[in-house]
């Protein structure tokens, strides 16, 4: 048997956490042959805790084999205590008319507390994924609220806008999602992300080609990918939740055991490639392997794509800009 992998979920009673617990606890994201210890992070107010012990009863009443521990706290130094990946997840969610940015202030300082504890207690190399939105940002205030831990380990979900770019390509080319390769969505997750299929392939042969309709890349894909949130929040009445956690399993699954070649879509910080001030938290491929993730590196950048990326980029800078004074 392994030794048990200690995992922190924060928000772990809200509508995503609830979709990603037993998903965690039942091999979905390290393996069927990975015992983990779940550390489970809520609000210190009484109806958080409460339905964080209704959660952990439910977990402990699927008998998971895999489920080596469970801490359920309200005190992110015991939260965060050795955990080898931390999935930040709880913060307030965006309301119908409200964009992700309006969450900066309110959201901030939570991730200000939540860094500066797993710069103490984690593990040294400690893989972070920031959900709770607006994710870039939260991410870069984790990441320079712990200046011991490892800057590249602190990432962005930008996972969910690749998966929902994907499937709307599969249904406009008429082809398998599994089969489509070398696809990105650059930047922040907000609706300035860039979904950009000019180098996806399905079976070696052009998506672009295949779908051969420009205005639909920029009137309905685009536009389509980056709005899909707000989508959701309006048929739905709350924002997504399953797909947001399964997007979260997709990420933290490939980093650890590796995407066997294929692109995959990180927030990291940049480091200066492609005009990326070196620092930001910016959507790029990489594909991963041996725990590690690596940019794809030198993809051409034409007029069109850098008018995208720069804006995506000045909204990343506005949101850092306002919430310098914080850190
Ligand atoms: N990056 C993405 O693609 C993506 C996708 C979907 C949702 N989100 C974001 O994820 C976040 C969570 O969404 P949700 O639907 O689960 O919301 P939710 O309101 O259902 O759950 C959030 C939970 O976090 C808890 N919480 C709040 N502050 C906390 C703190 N400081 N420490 C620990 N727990 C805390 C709350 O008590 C609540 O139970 C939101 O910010 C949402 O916008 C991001
Ligand atoms: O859009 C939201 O506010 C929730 C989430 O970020 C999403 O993309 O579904």
């Known amino acids: 048997m392994k030794q048990p992998v200690r995992v922190a979920v924060t928000g772990a009673a809200g509508q995503i956490g609830y979709a990603l617990l037993f998903r965690i606890a ?21 109806k958080a805790q409460a339905a964080l012990q209704g959660v952990m009863m439910e977990l402990e009443d699927c ?3 895999l489920l080596a521990g469970m801490v359920g ?33 309110e959201n901030a300082k939570i991730f200000t507390e939540q860094g500066k504890a797993l710069n103490k207690v ?3 190399d400690v893989k972070v994924l920031v959900v709770g939105n607006p994710a870039n940002t939260n991410a ?28 709307q390509l599969a249904s406009k080319a008429g082809v398998p999602v599994g089969e489509i390769e070398k696809l990105v969505v650059w930047g922040n997750h907000s609706p300035t992300m860039y979904p950009d299929y000019r180098f996806a392939t399905v079976g070696g042969e052009s998506l672009r080609h295949k779908i051969g309709d420009e205005d639909w890349n920029r009137d309905a894909f685009i536009p389509r990918v980056g709005k899909r949130g707000a989508e959701i929040i309006e048929a739905r009445g ?29 927030g990291v910080p940049s480091d200066g490639s492609y005009g990326i001030p070196e620092g930001i938290i910016y959507g790029v ?32 800078e506005e949101e850092r800009a306002g919430v310098a004074h914080l850190l």
Do not use: C
């Open 26 to 46: 039942s091999g979905e994201m390290l393996g069927k042959d990975q015992p983990v210890i779940l550390q489970m992070l809520e609000l210190p107010i009484d």
């Open 140 to 167: 870069y205030i984790a990441m320079k609220s712990a200046p011991d831990l490892p800057a590249g380990n602190f990432t962005a979900m930008l996972r969910l806008d690749h998966n929902r770019a994907l499937s």
């Open 63 to 65: 008998a998971f084999p």
């Open 238 to 266: 709350s924002s997504s939740a399953a797909s947001a956690a399964n997007a979260a399993i997709d990420h933290v699954r490939d980093w650890v055991l590796g995407s066997g070649g294929k692109w995959v879509t990180m």
């Open 285 to 316: 491929p990489v594909t991963t392997s041996d725990g590690a993730y690596e940019r794809i590196r030198d993809l051409e950048i034409d007029a069109f794509s850098r008018e995208r990326m720069d804006k995506t980029l000045a909204e990343l």
């Open 122 to 124: 984690a593990s040294r």
């Open 73 to 105: 706290t309200d005190d992110p130094l015991v939260a965060f205590k050795d955990v080898d990946i931390a999935m930040l997840v709880g913060a307030k969610p965006r309301g119908p008319g409200m964009e992700r940015k309006d969450l900066l202030l």
